[in-house]
């Protein structure tokens, strides 16, 4: 099943636009990392164990989410600063438009606007307004993605748009920038970072290690979540989706997006934040001529948040309500970590 369009542009901006001076603005969020660009920092991810657990077949077979080996995933969504700083570092010539202007928009982008002639002599630069630094990247293309995850790969250099910065890493890309070619794109087996496989998302949002089962929802639950951004209760169960009622939408004072890991209590039951709703989150599957994405996004109802629910577009496909998370092969060093994911896990849910 692929997602439909989400509500029109412009009807979209209209209602934002009435709401923005109406809805409350939650003062909370859960704990952000002091530095949004070290990668290295547990902070930005969580570990996700338990390998071989077996895969969801409720709605599909073989099902989804079985993987066979430990890994790391994001625990927010890429954001509008960190894509900033990936763009400061390699599009200063945007070879192979990384940048969207759309992005610029502070309606419905993610308030990332460019300067300069984008020459050697006179390159882009680019800054991200403050209030859009820590919510999620949008109007990326799984190119973008993919090639955001070579950089990560390739330790965040400064440099032209090649081989050593966003052309090789986890992906051979090599200047692919249309349909066919970017379907065609593999993880190498040396990956270390990379867009999520789709059976990655899907554990981390959905798989419960201390019954060994699958929940509907990526906030640890099989009931349809609400759009609290006050957490009023514990544990949560919100997302950042659209409501039929435009009455009660958009939930941040007229602004599309929330800020990365506004629902604190909602988390997943790994600790990874805003799998469901917010943005649509790009993975690795193929589906036909469309590249995979899934949990839902700000402008689309509370179905697309759900486990049964598979959406992709086009690999060239940019929009205000799709971005990325990315997943990373842990180091030697932090498999005691991976260790202890079952436990951890254990722990979280005793908590609730």
Request: glycine content about 12%; hydrophobic content about 35%.
């Amino acid at each position: 099943m692929i997602s439909a369009r989400g509500v029109a542009r412009a009807a979209v901006v209209a209602v934002m636009v009435m709401l923005a001076a109406g809805a409350a603005r939650a003062d909370t969020h859960a704990p952000w990392p002091t530095d949004w660009n070290n990668w290295n920092d547990p902070a930005l991810w969580v570990p996700v164990g338990n390998p071989g657990n077996a895969p969801d077949t409720r709605y599909a077979t073989p099902g989804y989410g079985a993987v066979a080996y430990e890994y790391n995933i994001g625990k927010y969504e890429v954001t509008a600063g960190q894509y900033t700083a990936f763009l400061n570092a390699v599009a200063g010539v945007d070879t192979y438009a990384l940048y969207n202007t759309d992005m610029s928009d502070t309606g419905l982008g993610s308030g990332i606007a460019r300067t300069g002639g984008g020459t050697v002599g006179s390159p882009y630069t680019y800054s991200v307004a403050t209030a859009f630094t820590n919510r999620p990247v949008n109007y990326v293309s799984w190119g973008d993605a993919a090639r955001f995850a070579n950089w990560l790969s390739n330790g965040q250099p400064t440099g032209d748009q090649g081989l050593t910065t966003t052309e090789d890493g986890a992906y051979y890309l090599n200047g692919a920038t249309s349909i066919a070619p970017l379907l065609a794109v593999t993880r190498k087996a040396d990956w270390k970072w990379a867009i999520t496989s789709e059976d990655e998302w899907y554990k981390a949002a959905h798989y419960d290690p201390t019954t060994g089962t699958y929940f509907d929802y990526p906030t640890s639950t099989n009931s349809e979540p609400g759009r609290d951004m006050t957490e009023a209760t514990n544990p949560g169960n919100n997302a950042n989706y659209c409501d039929t009622d435009f009455g009660t939408y958009p939930i941040d004072s007229g602004m599309a997006t929330t800020v990365a890991g506004e629902f604190e209590l909602s988390h997943s039951p790994y600790g990874t934040f805003d799998q469901g709703g917010n943005v649509w989150e790009w993975n690795e599957a193929v589906i036909e001529s469309y590249r995979g994405y899934r949990g839902g996004s700000w402008a689309d109802i509370v179905i697309g948040l759900e486990a049964a629910y598979r959406g992709g577009y086009y690999p060239t496909y940019e929009s205000y309500y799709v971005g990325f998370r990315v997943s990373e092969v842990p180091e030697p060093a932090t498999l005691s970590l991976l260790a202890l994911g079952g436990l951890a896990a254990i722990l979280r849910r005793r908590g609730r």
